[in-house]
């Protein structure tokens, strides 16, 4: 309900109450039966969103940007300075070309090392390993006398070096160092400006080389390729002139062994008697090769005879290809056949009786017994055929088993024959090939061929490669930048205090009910509120409306302001409200119930001579000791005589009274309650009220006290309303933006006048 003036009407008699705790409707994401605080388990983390992961590292920048900044600067600093403090160097290249070589000694007039592996690759990565090995840098150094030159050994000055000596004092001459440790100290210094660098895809290879006189540097340049070249020579004819007198051992030996093996086997051939016709086979062996030839034809001659004699033996007609065949048979079956007509062509004449009849009937016959004794004979004649041929071959069979016998007994005796025959044929073939490969090596003793060529010599160098002012200070700004971020991030993890709205709910559990801006100085935060259209001024306004919305039934009637420590902004924030609903209409009382350290009189200019610890001691009513400020129904209790005892007055039934009485008059009571920690009288101050607010200064203090001092109202069954955060610093904390409420552009101005009455009014108008 509102009246005329748009200002909400006070509550009727049936909320002048205090509302009991139960009522209270608690603004936390869980709550038990005790009122102690549950996280919810759904509460998405907001490490989880790639979006809040990076909004996380943003801020984190933001919030420590002058650490981080600071940290590079020094870093740049530092690396310029190391940069300009170096000898400028000065680098020359020069190309070389390797081939690859045979892994043996080849034929005509080259000779190879053998190399491990059978890839151009496992081949290159030698070659650069002996590029970088100290054995070459050695004939580096020894070829340019490297070691004796004073000014090649002397090393410039160094940032390390200078605080060494800074620090420690100038270092103790040792002994004089012998021409040994000169020359291990210039190999050392050539392998350690040396850099060898293939060319992709290629054989070629680059030898760089870093010194501080340019001309130094392309004469260890082109020493480097000079000196892998002749090392390769060298290692060349040392291994022409080990396979030489390995050679000539061996075919010393190799002769007298294979003249050794020649007279043995001769020997045993004639103990033997092993006579070959040729190199394969012995006269035994040809006999016996023969006689399976002549075996073969007549096993097939007697297959066919006793084919032929059996299918005759078998047939009972002449009509097979070896009766039909024979002459005499092809006579007389014509002659039968002739008959056989005539004897047809007469029986229709005459009877089968008659004389002429029978004659040729008589003749048939005669054809016919012919026939048959002429079938007998060749019948004969192939069964003799067949017999004559299975003879031959049982008699060729007893002469194979013979020869094949002698065949074996041969063999047996030739066993060590062959032994030694191989034998000499082995050594004759090792001698041959040794003896050739000897003559090659003869020849190629004084053949020098290389596989390693100078494509390009390097030139002297026009201006120094090192050290190069621009890259030194971006990698020093990019360290830098690296462990300021690194720093920053582990001061925020050590980080124990509460500096943002999402990190106090997070803790808390509790939710955010307003977010005070921090403001420059005391003064500065009175002028804000005093300005209706100050950022502060709008946060205490949205405070107040997150309190009428707060519980079930609206804006509480009685509220109790603590935090865990001092000086963290409820004094400040109770006044705030307090004004805030009385401008709006509501009959307010503002209580400080500090009894330690109370404020509210200085802030409100207030009479503190008198006050709540009169009333709790029972020698003043409530209306003696409450008292009228500018601020129309604005009425003030400030803590009166600070008690020796003010937890146990608290602890009495007038602080409940006092609540109790005092809605019967006002709509509203503030209680401005001390800090939890240490104290029992924000417990019982919160008890008391119907609702309580926590407030947390930002960046105040540690999580652990935030933590403590909610334990401490949670062991008194008081759930807070939610938590105000103050002093809130949104550029500082890292977000990068300020909850400005006066700066969004609502499309209207308000203006303050004042009514016919003098009361002060806020007139919205139209901005143009």
Not at 473 to 487: D, Y
Not at 631 to 647: D, E, I, R, Y
Request: a negative charge; charged letters at 25%; glycine letters at 8%.
């Amino acid at each position: 309900m509102q009246d005329a003036n748009n200002n909400p009407s006070p509550p009727d008699d049936h909320h002048r109450r205090l509302v009991p705790l139960n009522d209270v409707g608690a603004v936390r994401r869980g709550q038990n039966s005790y009122g102690s605080l549950e996280y919810q388990d759904g509460i998405a983390d907001e490490g989880d969103d790639l979006a809040a992961t990076l909004q996380y590292y943003i801020r984190l920048v933001l919030k420590r940007k002058w650490l981080i900044s600071g940290i590079a600067v020094a870093c740049l600093i530092l690396g310029g300075v190391a940069t300009l403090m170096k000898t400028p160097k000065y680098s020359a290249t020069a190309r070389l070309q390797i081939e690859r070589t045979s892994a043996k000694i080849v034929e005509g007039a080259d000779v190879a090392l053998p190399e491990s592996g059978g890839y151009d690759y496992d081949f290159l990565q030698t070659q650069y390993e002996l590029l970088e090995g100290q054995a070459l840098a050695e004939r580096v150094v020894t070829a340019l006398q490297l070691d004796a030159d004073a000014s090649f050994l002397k090393s410039g000055p160094s940032l390390v070096g200078m605080v060494r000596e800074f620090v420690l004092g100038p270092a103790d001459e040792g002994p004089e160092p012998t021409q040994a440790d000169l020359r291990l100290a210039a190999t050392y210094q050539v392998l350690g400006n040396v850099s060898i660098r293939p060319v992709a895809g290629t054989r070629l290879v680059d030898i760089s080389y870093l010194d501080a006189n340019p001309v130094r540097a392309q004469r260890i340049a082109n020493a480097y390729g000079d000196a892998f070249i002749n090392w390769n020579l060298d290692k060349r004819f040392e291994a022409t002139g080990y396979a030489k007198t390995f050679l000539q051992d061996q075919l010393k030996q190799l002769k007298i062994r294979l003249g050794a093996s020649e007279q043995e086997m001769l020997a045993f051939a004639e103990r033997e008697q092993i006579v070959a016709v040729n190199e394969k086979s012995s006269i035994a062996e040809n006999n016996l090769s023969a006689a399976n030839a002549a075996l073969g034809t007549l096993i097939s001659e007697r297959i066919k005879n006793e084919q032929a004699w059996r299918q005759l033996e078998e047939a009972k007609g002449i009509d097979l290809p070896q009766v039909l065949s024979n002459r005499v048979v092809d006579g007389l079956r014509a002659r039968r056949n002739e008959l056989t007509r005539d004897y047809e062509e007469k029986l229709e004449i005459f009877k089968p009786s008659y004389p002429t009849m029978v004659q040729i009937s008589n003749k048939i016959k005669e054809i016919d017994h012919q026939l048959e004794t002429e079938v007998k004979s060749i019948r004969a004649s192939l069964k003799a055929a067949y017999e004559s041929s299975r003879d031959q071959e049982l008699e060729m069979s007893k002469r194979i088993e013979d020869l094949r016998g002698e065949v074996l007994a041969l063999q047996r005796r030739s066993v060590q024959h062959n032994i030694l025959k191989r034998e000499v044929a082995s050594n004759r073939k090792i001698y041959d090939d040794l003896l050739q490969r000897y003559k090659q090596v003869d020849i190629a003793a004084g053949v020098g061929t290389n596989n390693v060529f100078v494509v390009d010599r390097a030139t002297v160098p026009g201006a120094p490669s090192t050290p190069r002012l621009s890259r030194a200070l971006m990698l020093a700004l990019a360290l830098g930048l690296g462990a300021g971020f690194g720093v920053a991030f582990l001061m925020e993890i050590l980080d124990n205090r509460i500096r943002a709205p999402d990190e106090l709910e997070e803790f808390t559990g509790l939710a955010t009910l307003g977010i005070i801006p921090k403001a420059r100085s005391p003064e500065q935060f009175d002028n804000d509120l005093a300005n209706p259209q100050s950022a502060c001024a709008e946060a205490y306004r949205s405070l107040a409306t997150a309190l009428q919305f707060s519980t079930d039934a609206g804006l509480p009637r009685s509220i109790a302001l603590t935090s865990s420590g001092p000086a963290e902004g409820k004094s400040s924030t109770s006044v705030a409200l307090a004004r805030h609903f009385a401008k709006v209409g509501l009959k307010v009382l503002l209580v400080d119930a500090d009894l330690r350290k109370p404020t509210l009189h200085t802030r409100l200019g207030g009479d503190n001579s008198v006050g709540l610890s009169n009333y709790l001691t029972g020698s003043l009513t409530p209306p003696e000791v409450i008292q009228e400020t500018d601020q129309p129904n604005l009425a003030l209790m400030t803590s009166g005589p600070l008690p020796p005892n003010a937890a146990d007055l608290l602890a009495g039934s007038r602080m409940y009274s006092l609540i109790t009485v005092g809605l019967e008059v006002f709509d509203l009571i503030v209680v401005d309650a001390p800090p939890l920690l240490g104290l029992a009288d924000a417990q019982l101050l919160t008890t008391a009220a119907s609702a309580s607010i926590f407030v947390v200064e930002a960046g105040g203090p540690q999580k652990g006290m935030i933590r403590t001092a909610l334990k401490r109202l949670e062991l008194a069954r008081v759930t807070p309303l939610g938590v105000v955060l103050t002093k809130f610093d949104g550029r500082a904390s890292g977000y990068g933006y300020d909850y400005g409420y006066a700066q969004y552009a609502y499309g209207e101005q308000l203006t303050q006048t004042s009514d016919p009455q003098g009361e002060p009014q806020l007139v919205t108008a139209k901005a143009s």
